[in-house]
């Protein structure tokens, strides 16, 4: 398996434009995960699905974003419009569900907004 | 009060040295419990599950506290290769979700 697939790797937009960030999990996993990181902060968990459902978006910032789980094997994260403040890493990671289930992280996506 | 509290550090030992990094979490409901090393500018990736009794992999230990709600992980014989960031994780039985500590910061140094 290639693991979990992020793209894109780096994204540089201006403020104002919506942004999509992609997330292919490993298959056979049904938890996926939608991290933030900057170095204020460290890992924030913005969203998580199960079985492609969404269980707990309290972590979303705000409503500019939004995240998506239309089949096991594609997830999206939308920023629009996208902000400054917006910049740092996004990592998707995607688990087994259960105790003891360890997670996957993908390479994750650099978000600058200018 | 964050769910996942670490020390950022950074700590900074020589080589050979025997650090310890400690952790706590808020929710009593937690059930699962790991420690992710990241490199920089890297994902994080899984060092080892933290089980109830303690357990052991070559250099590294991790131990539960439960009572205490407290996660700790020892590194002995430090190598230069060690230095990284390192996260707790914890995994709540009754939400499923994966909350990450900010991670605490190792250098270890020849």
């Known amino acids: 398996d290639a693991g979990v697939i992020q793209s894109p790797r780096h994204e540089v937009t201006e403020m104002g434009q919506e942004v999509t960030l992609r997330c292919k999990p490993i298959s056979g996993h049904n938890s996926l995960f939608w991290y933030r990181q900057t170095m204020m902060r460290g890992l924030e968990l913005l969203i998580y699905f199960n079985n492609n459902v969404p269980i707990d978006d309290s972590g979303m910032p705000e409503d500019r974003f939004s995240a998506k789980m239309p089949n096991a094997s594609f997830s999206t994260l939308k920023i629009q419009p996208s902000e400054p403040r917006d910049s740092a890493v996004y990592f998707c990671?995607?688990?087994?569900?259960?105790?003891?289930?360890?997670?996957?992280f993908g390479q994750g996506t650099r978000l600058t907004v200018v | 009060r964050k769910e996942v509290e670490q020390d950022p550090g950074p700590f900074n030992v020589p080589e050979g040295a025997t650090v310890a990094f400690n952790c706590t979490y808020s929710?009593?409901?937690?059930?699962?419990f790991f420690w992710y090393r990241q490199d920089c500018r890297k994902e994080p990736k899984l060092l080892m599950s933290?089980?109830?009794s303690g357990n052991e992999d070559g250099r590294f230990t991790a131990q539960l506290n439960r009572a205490s709600q407290y996660i700790s992980l020892l590194i002995r014989d430090s190598k230069l290769s060690d230095s990284a960031t390192y996260l707790c994780?914890?995994?709540?039985?009754?939400?499923?979700?994966?909350?990450f500590g900010t991670g605490t910061r190792l250098q270890v140094f020849p």
């Open positions: 990671a995607s688990s087994p569900s259960g105790a003891g289930a360890e997670a996957f």
């Open positions: 994780v914890v995994r709540s039985y009754n939400t499923d979700k994966l909350i």
């Open positions: 929710n009593s409901a937690s059930q699962s």
């Open positions: 933290v089980y109830s």
